[in-house]
């Protein structure tokens, strides 16, 4: 039985179609900056790294870093 705390940053994106996209990183950098994550979807755009089923990813939409804790109160017995 244990507690952990797991950590998801969340970047949305807009497409051609106005529709957003997201993309997910598990447990990211400690101390990661808006800046230097905006420097990464800024590059995800100009390189046109990813696609969608509405086209193009073409600007940013938001930026998340979402916590989520775990408290584990059973284990069966072994």
Do not use: C, H, W
């Not at 390189?47 to 939409?61: H, P």
């Amino acid at each position: 039985m244990a507690t952990t705390t797991d950590q998801t940053l969340r970047m949305v994106f807009r497409n051609q179609e106005g529709k957003n996209v997201t993309i997910t990183l598990d447990n990211p950098k400690e101390n990661l900056t808006a800046a230097e994550i905006e420097t990464a979807m800024d590059l995800v755009i100009a390189r046109n790294i990813f696609t969608s089923t509405g086209g193009d990813i073409v600007a940013k939409q938001d930026i998340r870093v979402i916590s989520n804790t775990t408290n584990d109160l059973y284990d069966p017995p072994a």
